[in-house]
């Protein structure tokens, strides 16, 4: 099968696993601080990272001289990516905040021309701007059933979600300049342990109420985050970005949008005319 069929499907199950969180933390936050299951997700993911490197024999040796790198690759993909989106979330709505996170593409685009000497053609952009356009247009069509108000806690709440947005953007410039030098795995775990690490003084207050009222949906919830949405997504993410342009892969995040309506219309919600335009924008 050609690689790009096989990458392209990669990504686009990876979309499909992360438009699922969606769902899950939905439920898992009903008892479980947002802030307390992001942290609980790693803790779990970490370990498990670190086994499957010594399983795989993978060489655990990175140099004292890309601390800062990874170091940048744990506070943007772990701890500040899911302190500035499960807050701002709170501080916004889900519609606003799926759009906002959307711009991690235009995030990627931009960083990749800059940082990565990626050309941006005329197509490329084309395709980015009617891919976000999709997005728009699917979240827009379910606004009329948000609570929309542009007051003081709206746009802090929406300037986060950016944040977190840009936050991912940097985690994959930076991690594709480290995956030309060192292996998935080895980076990824550095990646998990050191973003585990930074989020202790955000939760550490809390984190032994939250697992004392921790029950078996809770756990299955931050396990599921962590094995698919953490180990599985974070490994193909860069296994994808190994072998095709980074602004190219970042398309494919308007997926997640996307999959997580289709998700919602399972659980009760209708699929509308402006829903089936902005899928066809997107794909």
């Known amino acids: 099968m050609n690689d790009k069929i096989i990458i392209s499907f990669l990504l686009a199950l990876i979309s499909l696993v992360w438009a699922s969180s969606f769902i899950v933390v939905k439920t898992a936050t ?3 601080d947002p802030i307390g299951l992001g942290f609980l997700r790693f803790l779990i993911a970490t370990p498990i990272m670190v ?9 655990i040796y990175i140099p004292a001289k890309e601390l800062p790198s990874l170091s940048i690759l744990g506070l943007t993909g772990v701890t500040l990516l899911y302190l500035f989106q499960y807050v701002g979330i709170s501080y916004t709505n889900a519609s606003i905040s799926a759009v906002l996170i959307s711009t ?4 990627i685009a931009i960083l990749s021309s800059v940082f990565l000497r990626e050309t941006l053609s005329a197509k490329r952009v084309l395709g980015i701007i009617l891919s976000f356009l999709g997005v728009f ?8 059933r948000e609570n929309f108000t542009l007051n003081n806690i709206f746009f802090i709440g929406s300037i986060l979600v950016l944040l977190s ?67 599985f997504g974070y490994i193909g993410w860069y296994y994808a970005l190994e072998k095709t ?9 308007n997926l997640i949008p996307l999959f997580a309506i289709v998700m919602s219309f399972f659980l009760g919600e209708n699929i509308t005319g402006v829903f089936i335009l902005g899928a066809m924008l997107i794909i």
């Open 104 to 107: 991690n593409v235009i995030f």
């Open 165 to 231: 947005a840009f936050c991912w953007a940097i985690y994959s410039i930076v991690g594709k300049r480290l995956l030309k030098k060192y292996d998935i795995l080895t980076v990824t775990s550095y990646a998990f342990a050191l973003g585990t690490f930074f989020y202790i003084p955000f939760v550490i207050s809390d984190l032994i109420p939250v697992v004392q009222k921790l029950s078996v949906n809770g756990f299955l919830a931050a396990l599921y985050l962590a094995i698919f949405c953490s180990v």
């Open 245 to 253: 342009e980074a602004s190219k892969a970042a398309v494919f995040l």
């Open 51 to 59: 086994l499957i490197l010594l399983i795989r024999g993978k060489d």
């Open 30 to 32: 009903e008892e479980i």
């Open 137 to 144: 247009v699917v979240i827009l069509s379910n606004l009329p």
